[in-house]
């Protein structure tokens, strides 16, 4: 048993992390995907505000280009490096207190900029089917940040809050699977069959990252896999053996 090397938090454990840390920083990981995703937003939208402002409305000096954003795109670059999951930084990195004191910072600096602090909130996309051909809708979500749901202005229909972040998180990663499912899903998704012994090597060979169903300081409990990391060493693994490296 070790300290947790986060600063200040002296719980014992057998990680870097406590288990108390690991669950913080899970849930600031947690939105990095879709911080990234809408932060393209802001990036653009402040620029536009600020030379509306400076010309009364007027809409911008002539010849001035608008300003990038530049906070909102080195904010961008930092999440970026941050890690996937939080138990494999706290089992991999001796610095992962470090990892956890940053992601504190810039994840709580991207929200205040995607989705406002105070006023609101902006969600991306509607994405609600209009057709059976499959035309998505792409009114704009905007709501206050204590609503529970919001109703798109273009197509009328009303989102749970709760349901439009879990589908960014799961667009960014997959949603984590046990092997069968991951298999399952790769199989029907994307029409890749995986082998049940090919996928057990790649795991020996802690090729794929997998979350804990539960955490714990243990090491117990279920492991699950995101399809997007299954997919992305199959491509690997197919294309080494294809040019026989
Ligand atoms: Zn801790
Ligand atoms: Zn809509």
Not at 95 to 101: D, F, H, N, S, W
Request: hydrophobic share 35%.
């Amino acid at each position: 048993m070790t300290s947790c090397t986060t600063e200040d938090c002296h719980r014992l454990t057998t990680l870097y992390l406590c288990t108390s840390c690991i669950v913080e920083l899970d849930s600031l990981l947690e939105d990095v995907g879709a911080l990234v995703r809408l932060i393209d937003g802001p990036i653009a939208r402040t620029s536009v505000t600020r030379n509306a402002a400076s010309s009364g409305g007027g809409g911008g000096h002539p010849g001035s280009k608008p300003a990038i954003n530049l906070d909102a795109m080195l904010l961008k670059a930092w999440l970026c490096q941050l890690p996937a999951r939080a138990h494999a930084e706290a089992m991999d990195n001796p610095k992962a207190g470090e990892t956890l004191y940053m992601a504190r910072i810039w994840v709580k600096q991207a929200r205040d900029l995607v989705w406002g602090p105070e006023d609101h909130r902006v969600y991306g996309e509607c994405g609600e089917e209009l057709d059976p051909s499959g035309t998505q809708c792409d009114g704009q979500l905007t709501a206050h940040p204590d609503d529970l749901t919001v109703k798109c202005k273009s197509c009328g229909t009303v989102h749970e809050v709760r349901d439009i972040l879990a589908r960014l998180r799961e667009r960014a990663r997959g949603k984590p699977m046990s092997p069968r499912e991951v298999r399952e899903y790769l199989q029907q998704k994307a029409r890749v069959s995986i082998l049940k012994k090919d996928f057990e090597n790649w795991v020996q060979l802690g090729r794929l990252r997998y979350v804990l169903d539960h955490v714990s300081t243990i090491g117990t409990g279920r492991r699950l896999y995101f399809p997007g990391d299954v997919l992305a060493v199959f491509e690997d693994m197919r294309g080494r053996r294809r040019y026989g490296r």
